[in-house]
């Protein structure tokens, strides 16, 4: 499917950002890449393929996001801190620059997804702005900042680390209720390389269940790996539900 290529100067990050757009109308699906990835990989590993039916008719519109983890998440030799800042910048990035850019109107909320680390990415954003997205598809991810700072905390990683932050979150904070208004799908498979994907959805399944937030925790079988042709299904099974929920279908 052909996209559109787009490329802004981000404030945040002091430097011109890239991402791809793929239809014009219906509601917006913000994309993040896995570990180290770019904004084209999804359409590179076929994902945009398995939406195409949805973009076509007009009922979604994609945008891919470009990552930094090589500056963040993966890139352990340097200082921690100035690690997260950097994680802190591109989330800014995301969520007051390219987000304004792409929607269509002042009121719109998002669809968020990503497979491996752009799940981990999903689910943070996703809990940390509910007010901006209204559904999270998160495949295979990881759920708390220890996998990328496993010898170093501050209040930036726990900002960062939902697993940690919503077992904290005051059952007052606004985000509570929010939260149970929202669709929530975590998949996991439970076949080759999911084993710490698992124990992590596990985790966070026990938190969200402890704080009485409603989610789809979906635990494939032991054949399904942490692998593109297993998101290449799973991720239009959940889109499916996702719009058929939003719309009233079901």
Known sequence: MEGQYNKHFSNHLQREMEYKTYGKKGRPVLIFPSQDGRFFDFENFGMIDVLAPWIEKGEIRAICVDG????TWSNRSADNRWRIEQHERWYHYVTEELIPEVRKRKTETFIVTG?????FHAGNFFFRRPDIFDSVIALSGLYTAGYGFPMYSDELTFMNSP???LREMPADHPWMDLYKKRNIYICVGQGKWEDELLESTRALDTVLCQRGIPANMDYWGFDVDHDWCWWRVQLP???EKVLAKKYGLA
């Open 163 to 165: 697993i940690d932050f």
């Open 68 to 71: 930094i983890d090589g500056e």
């Open 237 to 239: 099974y959940f889109m």
């Open 115 to 119: 497979c491996s680390m752009g799940a």
